[in-house]
């Protein structure tokens, strides 16, 4: 590999900017009665702001920040689903998401239909998701309602097979967006040893959690963001502190309750 | 929607593309080549998202089929009892094999605008989940509908058969009629899914503006009925050549007017850049909307 490919992910003066509706569902009807009082149900966010980093092979991002600061925005920016609107994005590896729970298409399919149709998509074979797909099933422990519709799972059963889905397809870089905080206390433990797996064989990752303390521990680097900027960016346990003591929160309280 | 750009230089595997880069897209439209590239590299998706959603609606059953063959069928009686009543005369022989082969054609469209207008708002998690050509899924949606086409073909074929209606080289306009309704449902499909991303009750709208369409289609009527002052749905509908051409090579083994069949295939061309436009140039939204 090229020496300056050492990078698994280079961001450079990123900003995304989206428009979005407030409505929960939009219809023409609303449109028009809105359009007849004079009002727009439309709002520009600009949820990412000139941000730049680069992220090693084999490192741990860590995001964290308020609610808003635009987090979620840059890991769907990175994964591709958001593409910038300013600045460039590169991305070397392959690359698997972990960003909303549930594999789901079709809630009508099984389990298995449904992790073969997201993997499709993502752009695997039929013949390399057939390849994984048992190791997927028996991690979950779901055992028959794999063939299930997905609509008879719980929300837990969900999200330890959108889990396994996520980190089976063998990749290089993994994006997750808070999805640690889901399951059970069994499946959590689970789910953190499979990260640390992960880690250890030197995959990269990039981790978006309110979590300080699984952040602290897993990652390498983090990213501070507030209101779209990044304000810090570095070591690991130096800019937890930093935003720990910004929030004025006890670290150690933090870590403790967050994770539970 | 990955606008990867996979380089020579270190993609070890070209099934995945292993070097992205995202860039802003120009004039509002993603990067055309990549797009298309990574489309053609997931067509597999369409066929397993079709057999599946087939399979979902418990349709590849031996009843489920049965019931979308009984469904335009009864239909079929309906508009024959109908026109048969209110025409006061009996109608040709021949009439209820050409409405029925107008219906199964015309029904594929309606399906394939319906399924198509809510590929994306029902596809979920998928789309705030992974990064692909979201054109995937109103194509998908049309590949239902004619998977669910085919079978009534078979009807179709027997009911020819059983009012003394031949196979001839006649029928081989049904090729190319079936490649221009393909075109022109995929435009139409990936317009109104993108239309609903913004209006979700858009579908409700649907059986209205479908059962005009198939009003003013040579479904219930012949193609030289249209008096004087309507002229103008000939040119207008895009339906009317691919349904009049495809009844009418069918049932009564005419040839088409060339310039009726290329008429239909620019209206066809015209929908597909029309809504492939509409939706590439929104579908960075839609993970923002859904």
């Known amino acids: 590999m090229p020496s300056e490919s050492d990078y698994a992910i280079r961001v450079k003066d990123v900003s995304v900017t989206y428009r979005t509706t407030f409505e929960r569902r939009p219809t023409f009807k609303d449109a028009l009665k809105r359009a007849g009082r004079g009002e727009r149900s439309v709002v520009e966010i600009e949820a990412v702001k000139n941000v730049s980093f680069d992220i090693a092979h084999g490192e741990v991002l860590g995001i964290i920040g308020n609610n808003g600061a635009g987090k979620s925005t840059l890991v769907r920016a990175i994964a591709g689903i958001l593409p910038?609107?300013?600045?460039?994005?590169?991305?070397?590896?392959?690359?698997?998401?972990?960003?909303?729970?549930?594999?789901?298409?079709?809630?009508?399919?099984?389990?298995?239909?449904?992790?073969?149709?997201?993997?499709?998509?993502?752009?695997?074979?039929?013949?390399?998701?057939?390849?994984?797909?048992?190791?997927?099933?028996?991690?979950?422990?779901?055992?028959?309602?794999?063939?299930?519709?997905?609509?008879?799972?719980s929300s837990g059963m969900y999200s330890r097979l959108a889990f396994s889905v996520a980190v089976h397809m063998d990749p290089d870089i993994l994006l997750v967006d808070e999805a640690l905080s889901a399951g059970d206390a069994r499946f959590k433990a689970k789910a953190s040893a499979k990260m640390e797996e992960l880690r250890a064989n030197a995959r990269t990752m990039v981790l978006v959690s309110h979590a300080?303390?699984?952040v602290?521990?897993?990652?390498?680097?983090?990213?501070?963001?507030?209101?779209?900027?990044?304000?810090?960016?570095?070591?690991?346990?130096?800019?937890?502190?930093?935003?720990?003591?910004?929030?004025?929160?006890?670290?150690?309280?933090?870590?403790?309750?967050?994770?539970v | 929607m990955a606008q990867a750009t996979v380089d020579g230089v270190d993609s070890d595997d070209q099934f995945v593309g292993n070097h992205h880069v995202y860039q802003p897209?120009?004039?509002?439209?993603?990067?055309?080549?990549?797009?298309?590239?990574?489309?053609?590299?997931?067509?597999?998706?369409?066929?397993?998202m079709s057999t599946a959603n087939i399979r979902a609606e418990n349709m590849d059953s031996w009843f489920g089929r049965l019931w979308t063959v009984l469904n335009p069928l009864l239909l079929g009686v309906v508009y024959f009892l109908l026109v048969n009543i209110l025409s006061n005369r009996g109608m040709k022989p021949g009439y209820f094999v050409y409405l029925l082969a107008g219906l199964f054609l015309f029904?594929?469209?309606?399906?394939?605008?319906?399924?198509?207008?809510?590929?994306?708002?029902?596809?979920?998690?998928i789309i705030t989940n992974?990064?692909?050509?979201?054109?995937?899924?109103?194509?998908?949606?049309?590949?239902?509908?004619?998977?669910?086409?085919?079978?009534?073909l078979i009807v179709l074929f027997a009911?020819?058969?059983?009012?003394?209606?031949?196979?001839?080289?006649?029928?081989?306009?049904?090729?190319?009629?079936?490649?221009?309704?393909?075109?022109?449902?995929?435009?139409?499909?990936?317009?109104?899914?993108?239309?609903?991303?913004?209006?979700?009750?858009?579908?409700?709208?649907?059986?209205?503006?479908?059962?005009?369409?198939?009003?003013?289609?040579p479904v219930l009527w012949m193609p030289q009925?249209?008096?004087?002052?309507?002229?103008?749905?000939?040119?207008?509908?895009?339906?009317?050549?691919?349904?009049?051409?495809?009844?009418?090579?069918?049932?009564?083994?005419?040839?088409?007017?060339?310039?009726?069949?290329l008429l239909a295939l620019a209206w066809a061309l015209l929908f597909f850049v029309v809504g492939a436009y509409a939706f590439l140039s929104r579908e960075r939204d839609f993970a923002v909307r859904i």
């Open chain 1, 212 to 214: 300080l303390g699984t």
């Open chain 2, 159 to 217: 009911m020819c058969l059983l009012n003394r209606i031949y196979p001839s080289v006649q029928w081989l306009w049904c090729i190319p009629v079936l490649i221009i309704l393909f075109i022109l449902s995929s435009g139409i499909a990936m317009l109104l899914a993108t239309i609903q991303v913004y209006f979700r009750d858009t579908r409700s709208f649907l059986p209205y503006m479908s059962r005009i369409w198939l009003y003013i289609s």
């Open chain 1, 84 to 153: 910038p609107t300013s600045g460039e994005i590169e991305v070397r590896g392959r690359v698997s998401t972990l960003l909303a729970l549930g594999v789901g298409f079709n809630a009508k399919l099984s389990g298995y239909e449904n992790v073969m149709l997201g993997g499709l998509a993502a752009g695997y074979t039929r013949a390399e998701i057939s390849e994984k797909i048992d190791e997927i099933a028996e991690w979950t422990e779901l055992g028959e309602f794999m063939e299930l519709p997905m609509q008879t799972y």
């Open chain 2, 225 to 261: 009925v249209v008096p004087e002052k309507l002229r103008a749905i000939e040119f207008l509908n895009p339906m009317f050549g691919v349904v009049g051409t495809w009844s009418e090579a069918i049932v009564y083994h005419q040839s088409p007017k060339l310039s009726t069949l």
């Open chain 2, 25 to 48: 897209y120009r004039a509002g439209l993603p990067p055309l080549k990549p797009y298309a590239r990574e489309f053609w590299r997931r067509r597999e998706f369409m066929s397993e």
């Open chain 2, 130 to 152: 992974t990064a692909f050509p979201r054109a995937l899924l109103p194509i998908a949606a049309v590949r239902t509908a004619f998977g669910r086409f085919w079978p009534t």
């Open chain 2, 107 to 125: 029904s594929t469209l309606q399906l394939a605008m319906s399924e198509g207008a809510r590929s994306v708002t029902g596809a979920g998690k």
């Open chain 1, 216 to 259: 602290q521990t897993m990652s390498t680097r983090v990213a501070w963001m507030e209101k779209g900027e990044l304000l810090k960016f570095g070591e690991a346990e130096e800019v937890i502190r930093a935003y720990a003591e910004h929030h004025s929160i006890q670290l150690e309280a933090a870590t403790t309750q967050e994770d």
